[in-house]
Nanobody
Framework: QVHLVESGGGLVQAGGSLRLSCAAS?????MGWFRQAPGKQRELVAR???????DYADSVKGRFTISRDNAKNTVYLQMNSLKPEDTAVYYC??????????WGHGTQVTVSS
C-alpha cells in the first residue's frame, strides 16, 4: 500500500500561482495530477514518468509545470497564470505497476476572478 499526502491547494486570484505537492510513502513509477470541477468529469492535468517524460492537458500547457523529486518520492505541480476555470479539486495519482494505482484524497484549488 502506498500512502499519498497532498498539499498546496487554496484560494488565489486570477493570474496568481500555486504549487501542489504530493509525497508518496514508497517508490513509484509514473506520477500525475487529475482534477475535477463541479459537474464535470475528472480530467488529466499533467503526468510525468519515472524517466521524466511529461504530458499536459492542452488547457494548461504553458502555464503548469509538473516535476518530481525521486529521492523524496514527491511530485509537484507548479500552476501559474491561474484562471477561474482552473477551479477544481486536484488529485494526485501514482502508479507502482499497471495493477497498482493509488489516488490521493484531493486538494481544493479555487481561483477567483
Amino acid at each position: 500500500q502506498v500512502h499519498l499526502v497532498e498539499s498546496g491547494g487554496g484560494l488565489v486570484q486570477a493570474g496568481g500561482s500555486l504549487r501542489l505537492s504530493c509525497a508518496a510513502s514508497g517508490s513509484i513509477n509514473a506520477m500525475g495530477w487529475f482534477r475535477q470541477a463541479p459537474g464535470k468529469q475528472r480530467e488529466l492535468v499533467a503526468r510525468i514518468t519515472s524517466g521524466g517524460s511529461r504530458d499536459y492537458a492542452d488547457s494548461v500547457k504553458g502555464r503548469f509545470t509538473i516535476s518530481r523529486d525521486n529521492a523524496k518520492n514527491t511530485v509537484y505541480l507548479q500552476m501559474n497564470s491561474l484562471k477561474p476555470e482552473d477551479t477544481a479539486v486536484y488529485y494526485c495519482v501514482v502508479t507502482v505497476t499497471a495493477e497498482r494505482v493509488y489516488w490521493g484524497h484531493g486538494t481544493q484549488v479555487t481561483v477567483s476572478s
